[in-house]
């Protein structure tokens, strides 16, 4: 019998403290994102990220994670995973060019409090293939927090991953993978908490949505079969076909009002109310 640990539930003075650490985030991954073009090094979009991070007076989460007796954490800032590396590539010598498309990872503490998120950028002209399935993988992570509502259930963000992955594959007459052995989680005084939010499920199922629940949603689209393995340096999972990969990603809560995006600058209004969907931030 697996026994697993209750999501923990935050506060309202708990979510604003996310909310701070979630605009760390936010305007950390603008600040990279502005920086990427052909000629820059993947460690030079560490060394930024580490900057804005520090500068605003959090922590990146990321730096250190994972150490235990039997091997280091995580040597960066951010992750930075360009073209077949789909997630926690390491930043180093790489230099980008042309045609690469790279995923921005960044977590930030503000008070013991994390937020978590992810985008992915093109380098200048990467083709419509690209193009189409860094929007895919973007239109799907917005589906899944657009399906979160107060006593639902995780499954329906799942649900929601999927079927729209499903109805751009059907739009675009192509497939597209969807990894499934990396998937969201729960987020708060550790950046990874129950529950998992799987990129593919059924409606109605899993545990409830609730007040106080903050939930990291993020999909990982490939352009190729999903199947993929770890890189030698223990961290990086790409590709095993050598296909382009993308990921997004934000940390979410749902309040009485609606749903709040809090790694989002704007908390997710313009998606939200954009698209009809309730709106509901708290007073930051």
Known sequence: MILRRKPELKTIEQLRLM??????????????????????STADLDQLAAEVIGSAGAKPSFLGYGADDHRQGFPAAICTSVNDEII??????????TGDLVSIDCGAIV???????AITVAVG???????QLC?????????????????????????AVEDRIDALESE????????????????GSAMHQEPDVPNVGRAGRGPRIVPGLALAIEPMITLGPADN???????????????????????????GQGIWVLTAEDGGGAELVG??????PLAD
């Open 19 to 40: 909310r701070r650490a979630g605009l760390v985030v936010a305007r950390t991954l603008a600040a990279v994102a502005d920086e990427i073009r052909p000629g820059v």
């Open 88 to 97: 926690h590539g390491i930043p180093g010598d790489r230099v980008l060019k």
């Open 111 to 117: 008070d013991g409090w994390h937020g978590d998120a």
């Open 125 to 131: 002209d990467v083709g419509p293939d690209l193009d």
């Open 135 to 159: 929007a895919v993988t973007r239109s799907a992570l917005w589906a899944g927090i657009g399906a979160a509502r107060l006593g639902g259930r995780v499954g329906d963000i799942s649900a």
């Open 172 to 187: 675009h007459g192509r497939p597209y993978g969807i990894v499934t052995e990396y998937v969201g989680h729960g987020i």
């Open 229 to 255: 393995h770890a890189a030698d340096d223990g961290w990086t999972v790409v590709t095993d076909d050598g296909s382009a990969a993308a990921h997004w990603e934000h940390t979410m809560t749902v309040t």
């Open 275 to 280: 698209s009809g969907l309730p709106f509901g």
